[in-house]
């Protein structure tokens, strides 16, 4: 909205956060004693707070890792909701520390928006859901639709190039608020939605009246990598989310899950488990944290598996498939690079 | 200076009768008053400069891109409604207008709408009729108490909700449909006589006002009275008319059809536009009603007595007596209910109209230019305001010399 743009003006204006500096967020996070993680509002699956004020979600479950890691309490996390527009500017004044919140990995994203992206936690790709009983079946076939579109996404560009490619056409109906778009489409405002396919199947579970009248289109027509990101000029944070977020993917590589990991810590001969876990080596101290800063992410959070199932899994309302974001090993795309 | 001025409190001030003597600069109070304002200009430019080069260091030091040429750029996204041909591969700059001319667009007419139905609901508050005058007065009071947004979101809300979803839009007239998608209706193609129907539509209106003057003079100097309504109404039909016919008649028409998703052809008002110029006239028209009234009841009531002692009917009273003085008291804060109706259109991002803030916000978000697309924005409508202001205020110097 206008206001966060001012937001950004005043808190650029006033110096308000300062530039950041090597460790000023570590320092400051440590301090409060708590990460400030800025999330999704609600969307089912990734970050949604019940009716007790908890958030779940696989984003949320990343700032809890981080939390663990760092202030070695993984409920010790401020939630900041944030709309698809308000996200990069409250990352840059220094609202939150990492803004979680499915957001796409872009070239102009990254260099020109002062932050960095640093592991993807979601490989997904943009589709279309329409109502059953329009009796589509392919994406090709919406030429004339009228779709509703959240603006401030990379959702409204794709849509722009897709029909552009393939000599379509349609009529957007933008609307900044995630509710609005929402309810304009249940609505029957427009025959078609279109966002990130985890999106889709998010909102179908969880916002369609009756999940049965509508479908998702097959085609992805877009790469939607989506993952954390930080500010720039903080590189000792930065490091510090990113490997965060490789030790949930390196557990699952070797098999460390919640519920084995402290027999493991104890009894593992394993040299890459022994690492992980703090037992052997320093690689806690390398980023500026203790050697226990991955045993705690597994024990209270999980790893990278446990969360895809917990949140977004085949056994929830949202029922995704593991696909791309399985493990490298199971021909999927997550890969950790090695802690040692 | 004040000295041959009365004394205050009965005391004679020395300095009075004294001989001007030249006094030190900082004790002049033409200089010493010059001197405060450039000492503030100078500090307000300081500050400004200071704001500025701050503002672009802090940016730079984040890696947040700033500047304008980005205004060249490929815009990317498309934009629903549109009043100039546009497409993704324009630039922003070329998107900024879209979005200003929508702007313009539901401004406009809801300028317009909002006066005729402020006009008539301030006259009914002051009918004799019990009736009439209370239904105004419940009128004003529950859309002037209302907040703007809410009343955008209800009308949205009722287009989209009630009405039947496009595979189903119902068929008002022949050819014309109303669903959630819209108002869908057919539109007269004139080809190539177009042109000329353009031209003779402005030659009718300028014929119409001169028709007018005449009509006007010769009621002056003969007291006979002319149909000028007619005539002109006559006019301004006739003569494109008479073009469209002498160019050969050419007729198509252009009817909405029923497509796989929604109609095609034709032309359409969307549900957006439709809740926004429904939002935006109905809220401006409370005050207006309220503007109209007070100005009329500014008019002393000698004026109608004295009207009607010339036997004028009670419409000419309005009309030619009441009204023209009204006008006076109604016209500056009426300016100031225009400004707010074309600032308050900007709550369309509220319910997905493409207007100017819409646009520029769509842009800051690809572009993270926050800075720069807020400035566009807030120069844009400062400049629309100013501009109306002024036109305003040529019409209020206008209507001012009416006074005798
Ligand atoms: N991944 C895309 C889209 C992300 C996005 O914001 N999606 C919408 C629709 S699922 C959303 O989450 N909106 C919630 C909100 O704005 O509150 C991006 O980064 O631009």
Redesign the interface.
């Known amino acids: 909205?206008?206001l966060?743009?001012?937001a950004?003006?005043a808190a650029?204006?006033l110096?308000v956060s300062g530039?950041?500096m090597a460790g000023a967020t570590l320092d400051a996070v440590k301090e409060r004693g708590a990460v400030r993680c800025g999330v999704n509002s609600g969307l089912a699956g990734f970050s949604i707070a019940d009716s007790q004020g908890r958030w779940t979600g696989l984003d949320v479950d990343v700032c809890r890792a981080i939390a663990a890691a760092v202030v070695e309490d993984a409920e010790k996390v401020e939630w900041v909701p944030l709309s698809?527009?308000q996200r990069?500017?409250a990352l840059?004044s220094g609202e939150v520390d990492v803004l979680s919140r499915n957001t796409t990995w872009t070239l102009?994203?990254d260099?020109?928006?002062?932050l960095h992206f640093t592991v993807i936690t979601f490989y997904d790709g943009q589709g279309f859901m329409v109502p059953a009983n329009?009796g589509v079946d392919s994406a090709k076939?919406?030429?004339?639709?009228?779709v509703c579109v959240q603006?401030?996404?990379t959702t409204?560009?794709n849509?722009?190039?897709y029909?552009?490619a393939n000599g379509m056409e349609?009529?957007?109906?933008?609307?900044?608020?995630f509710e609005?778009?929402k309810t304009?489409f249940f609505?029957?405002?427009c025959?078609v939605y279109t966002t990130d396919r985890s999106g889709l199947a998010s909102l179908r579970a969880s916002d369609a009246p009756n999940p049965k009248d509508y479908v998702i289109l097959p085609e992805a027509i877009s790469k939607e990598p989506l993952g954390p990101a930080v500010?720039?000029?903080d590189d000792e944070w930065f490091s510090i989310v990113k490997w965060v977020i490789y030790a949930t993917i390196e557990a699952e590589e070797y098999g460390v899950t919640q519920a084995n990991v402290d027999e493991l810590k104890a009894n593992s001969e394993n040299p890459v488990v022994q690492r992980l876990l703090g037992v052997s080596g320093e690689m806690g101290k390398l980023l500026g944290l203790d050697n226990e800063w991955a045993y705690r992410v597994i024990k209270q959070v999980g790893n990278y598996g446990e969360i895809y199932d917990r949140n977004v899994g085949p056994d929830t309302p949202i029922g995704l498939d593991r696909g791309m974001n399985d493990l490298w090993t199971r021909g999927g795309l997550m890969y950790a690079m090695p802690i040692r | 200076m004040r000295s041959d001025g009365p004394s205050r409190g009965g005391f004679v001030q020395p300095a009075a009768v004294q001989p001007p003597r030249r006094v030190p600069l900082w004790r002049n109070p033409t200089a010493r008053a010059v001197a405060f304002q450039a000492v503030a200009i100078a500090v307000l430019l300081v500050l400004a400069v200071y704001l500025v080069s701050t503002t672009i260091a802090n940016l730079e030091q984040r890696g947040i891109r700033s500047g304008f040429d980005f205004l060249e750029n490929e815009a990317g996204f498309r934009i629903g409604e549109t009043l100039i041909p546009y497409s993704p591969s324009d630039s922003y700059a070329r998107a900024f207008l879209v979005g200003l001319l929508n702007t313009i667009h539901v401004s406009a007419l809801g300028i317009v709408l909002a006066t005729i139905i402020g006009i008539l609901v301030g006259i009914a508050r002051l009918s004799r009729n019990w009736l009439i005058a209370r239904l105004a007065s419940a009128f004003v009071e529950t859309v002037r108490n209302i907040p703007l947004l809410l009343q955008l979101f209800f009308w949205y809300a009722a287009i989209t909700g009630l009405l039947p979803a496009v595979r189903d839009a119902v068929a008002v007239l022949p050819g014309i449909y109303l669903s959630k998608s819209g108002l869908m209706f057919p539109v007269v193609k004139l080809g190539n006589a177009f042109p000329f129907v353009a031209i003779a539509l402005l030659l009718g209106i300028v014929a119409a006002f001169a028709f007018r003057t005449w009509a006007k003079r010769r009621q002056d100097r003969t007291g006979e009275r002319t149909p000028v309504l007619l005539v002109g109404t006559g006019l301004i039909v006739g003569f494109p008319i008479v073009a469209w016919l002498v160019s050969g008649a050419p007729l198509e028409l252009d009817v909405p059809e029923k497509g796989r998703f929604t109609y095609s052809g034709g032309s359409s008002v969307t549900p957006e536009f439709l809740a926004l110029l429904l939002g935006l006239t109905i809220y401006t028209s409370g005050f207006i009603a309220e503007i109209v009234r007070s100005g009329i009841l500014a008019v002393p009531w000698g004026q109608t007595e004295a009207a009607r002692a010339l036997g004028l009917r009670q419409g000419r009273i309005l009309r030619l007596v009441v009204l023209p003085q009204a006008l006076r008291v109604i016209v500056p804060p009426l300016t100031s209910q225009y400004l707010n109706l074309t600032k308050n259109s900007s709550l369309a991002v509220a319910i997905g109209y493409p207007d100017l803030v819409s646009v520029a916000n769509t842009s800051l978000n690809q572009t993270g230019q926050a800075i720069e697309c807020i400035s566009i924005m807030m120069a844009i409508y400062l400049t629309l305001s100013l501009s109306t202001s002024a036109f305003m205020n040529w019409y209020n110097r206008r209507v001012a010399l009416v006074e005798r």
């Open positions: 909205m206008r966060t743009g001012l950004v003006a650029a204006l110096g530039p950041a698809a527009q990069f500017t840059q102009t994203r260099a020109s928006l002062g329009l076939d919406l030429s004339g639709a009228e603006s401030g996404t409204e560009l849509l722009a190039d029909f552009r349609f009529k957007p109906v933008v609307f900044e608020s609005e778009s304009a609505n029957g405002r025959q500010r720039r000029g």
